[in-house]
């Protein structure tokens, strides 16, 4: 596994969605952590030691398959050799006027990361990088821990302010804010607007996840990447192995921590297709 250069985001464009998450994330859990936990949980309890601890792990894997997916390195190697003339394997590459080389099968140029991509699904905003063969798995559950953190948070969120501080939030000005966030640096108190920017940040969070789980979950179990969807191909070989080619071989157990190694059954290179053939690298 080839580690990047250079992980961090080049477009603005990308720092301002990288630093979504990867600033404000963290700033967020810490007022979770201290003001609403407290709040509705007695510190020391069971509930309150439970509830910190499954906080400690969605953050850890949030954060943890995120950073995995700006780190490594999932773009064609430069040194691979490609299929020889006459060699049936290069029918399936195609040349990459920008790189002006041959390309492997499934791979295709990004423009921004300015290289071609193995198994390209899409170019992402908040990591600032490519979703490709290498990192796929990290993607998916950087955003499936991304949905079950913005649940857990939304719930204990409102409950603190629409329960326990209802006085303070439960009016028409609130609701104005949190539909049209520009009047918060206007109107109210820094920290009751605070809490609502919070608020916001939770919401958008749990609509982003939302969004793009309904959209890429059903792209990996058919065994495909965004270019193909809605396209014929020959690379869906079964539930099974589709998630196996994007989780890996221990994929009962990836999901735990982004530190449990599982190694993926293709090289990114060469295919398995739907009638069980394989394109093979010389």
């Known amino acids: 596994m080839r580690v990047r250069r250079n992980p961090l985001p080049r477009r603005l464009v990308d720092i301002l969605c990288y630093l979504v998450i ?19 949980h007695e510190p020391g309890g069971f509930l309150h030691t439970f509830t910190f601890l499954m906080a400690m792990f969605l953050l850890f894997n949030i954060k943890g398959n995120m950073l995995a997916c700006m780190m490594i390195d999932t773009s064609v190697d430069q040194r691979v050799k490609t299929p020889a ?29 300015g290289v071609c991509i193995l198994k390209r699904d899409h170019h992402c905003l908040f990591t600032g990088c490519c979703i490709g063969h290498e990192n796929h798995r990290y993607f998916m559950l950087f955003i499936v ?36 966030p520009m009047f918060m640096l206007v109107i109210g108190s820094f920290w009751t607007n605070l809490q609502l920017l919070f608020y ?27 270019a193909e969807s809605g396209k014929q191909h020959k690379y869906n070989n079964g539930l099974y192995s589709n998630l196996r080619s ?18 993926l059954p293709g090289d ?3 295919w398995s297709t739907s009638s069980g053939e394989s394109k093979k690298r010389k």
């Not at 940040?201 to 965004?226: D, F, K, M």
């Open 22 to 40: 990867g600033v404000f994330l963290p700033i967020v859990f810490i007022f979770e952590i201290i003001v609403v936990l407290p709040a509705i």
């Open 145 to 180: 821990y991304l949905f079950i953190g913005s649940v857990y948070a939304l719930s204990y969120n409102s409950v603190f302010m629409w329960i326990l501080n209802a006085d303070v939030y439960c009016n028409w000005l609130t609701a104005l804010k949190v539909a049209c």
């Open 85 to 113: 003339e006459g060699d049936a394997a290069r029918l399936e590459w195609r040349h990459c006027t920008t790189c002006d080389r041959l390309a492997p099968p499934r791979s295709w140029h990004c423009k921004v990361c």
């Open 268 to 270: 990114g290179y060469t």
């Open 200 to 226: 916001s940040l939770n919401i958008l969070a749990l609509l982003y996840s939302i969004v793009i789980l309904v959209y890429h979950v059903p792209i990996v179990l058919r065994g495909e990447v965004c």
């Open 246 to 263: 994007v989780f890996g071989q221990r994929m009962h157990i990836a999901w735990l921590s982004p530190l449990i190694r599982s190694e």
